[in-house]
């Protein structure tokens, strides 16, 4: 049976305690929106960026150790090992995400 997702995962770097660190990671805009077809076995991904050279001590900067990537229309999420500092404030935001694309 062939799925779809559509648009962003919601990307949050997290202390080792789970607890969300700064915002989540915004979205960036240069793959066209489409669906993504996916059969049985299939591969999408999505293209993650972090902005570390903006890490001021205006930002609250604190050591991140995972990132919790959430699939859209999803409620389940995955962890992957991220050992670098993140914002702790609202701005700036140090991650970004692309829209998912098929494939690896």
């Known amino acids: 049976m062939t799925c779809f997702l559509w648009g962003y995962p919601v990307v949050t770097a997290t202390a080792l305690g789970g607890q969300q660190l700064g915002h989540a990671a915004a979205h960036d805009d240069p793959v066209q929106e489409k669906n993504v077809y996916l059969a049985p076995g299939a591969t999408a991904h999505s293209v ?4 570390g ?3 001021r ?5 604190r ?5 919790k990537v959430t699939p859209p229309g999803s409620f389940g999420a995955d962890r ?9 404030t609202l701005t700036p935001v ?11």
């Open 48 to 51: 993650l960026g972090y902005v």
């Open 53 to 55: 050279s903006d890490l």
């Open 57 to 61: 001590p205006s930002c609250a900067p």
């Open 63 to 67: 050591p991140a150790s995972y990132l």
């Open 80 to 88: 992957a090992f991220f050992a670098l500092p993140v914002c702790t």
């Open 94 to 104: 140090d991650l970004t995400v692309w829209r998912f694309q098929a494939g690896v």
